[in-house]
C-alpha cells in the first residue's frame, strides 16, 4: 500500500522561506516520478513542480523560487520555498505514480491525471 505523508505546512511572512516535506512508501520501484501540487483558496489544483530521477520541472509560477529534491534513501520528498508571497497561500500536496515517468522535457509532469498516488496535504500560509 502506497502512503505519502506531507508536513512542514505552517504561517510564513511575505519573503520568507518554508521547506515542505513528503515522506513516501510502498511505492513499488527505486525510480520515483514524483511531484508537488497545490490548491489555492478558491482555484483548481495546479502542479508546482516535479522530479523523475535528475530531472525537474517547473511552473512558471514558482520557477526561480521554490526547488524539488528528494532523499532516497530517506523516502523523502522535499519542496524548498524562498522569496514566498501571499499568492503562494495554498494547501500543497504530494503525489507519485509509478515509471515510466511523465517526460518532464516533453511538456509533461504538471497535470494531475498523470499521478496515482496523493498525500493528504499540508497548508501554506504566507501573510503580507
Known amino acids: 500500500q502506497v502512503q505519502l505523508v506531507e508536513s512542514g505546512g505552517g504561517s510564513e511572512e511575505f519573503g520568507g522561506s518554508h521547506t515542505l516535506a513528503c515522506v513516501h512508501s510502498g511505492l513499488p520501484s527505486s525510480v520515483h516520478c514524483m511531484a508537488w501540487f497545490r490548491q489555492r483558496p478558491g482555484e483548481e489544483r495546479e502542479g508546482v513542480a516535479a522530479?523523475?530521477?535528475?530531472?525537474?520541472k517547473y511552473a512558471d509560477s514558482v520557477k526561480g523560487r521554490f526547488t524539488i529534491s528528494q532523499d532516497n534513501a530517506k523516502n523523502t520528498l522535499y519542496l524548498q520555498m524562498n522569496s514566498l508571497s501571499p499568492e503562494d497561500t495554498a494547501v500543497y500536496y504530494c503525489?507519485?505514480?509509478?515509471?515510466?515517468?511523465?517526460?518532464?522535457?516533453?511538456?509533461?509532469?504538471?497535470?494531475?491525471?498523470?499521478?496515482?498516488?496523493w498525500g493528504q496535504g499540508t497548508q501554506v500560509t504566507v501573510s503580507s
Open positions: 522530479i523523475a530521477d535528475s530531472a525537474t
Open positions: 503525489a507519485a505514480t509509478q515509471p515510466p515517468c511523465p517526460p518532464l522535457a516533453a511538456g509533461h509532469g504538471l497535470k494531475d491525471y498523470e499521478y496515482d498516488y
